[in-house]
């Protein structure tokens, strides 16, 4: 497996950190037609990598609003673990 953690800083200040898991890579895949590998190869879309955190938090729980909600809550994302990731919260 390929793993890839993600950190996402609200525009509240918060930071929740998302290791992008197997199904999030799958359906990756399945909703834009191009291999998961893609995301390695130092030039990722931007709205790829957004989605993948909003999928992979989703899929546990993490996230209960839509994805365009849920975009207007992001405030930066980053490949750099925190050091205090921050609580585990529910973004709703």
């Given at each position: 497996m390929i793993e890839l953690t993600l950190g996402v800083d609200y525009q509240d200040g918060t930071r929740h950190e998302v290791v992008i898991g197997p199904a999030t890579q799958v359906a990756f895949e399945d909703k834009f037609g191009v291999s998961f590998m893609e995301i390695s190869d130092g030039k990722p879309r931007m709205g790829w990598l957004y989605w993948l955190v909003w999928d992979a938090m989703t899929r546990t729980g993490r996230c209960a609003v839509t994805y365009d909600e849920w975009?207007?809550?992001?405030?930066?994302?980053?490949?750099?673990?925190?050091?205090?990731?921050?609580?585990?919260?529910?973004?709703r």
């Open positions: 975009l207007n809550l992001v405030g930066a994302l980053s490949t750099e673990k925190a050091e205090d990731p921050g609580p585990l919260g529910v973004v």
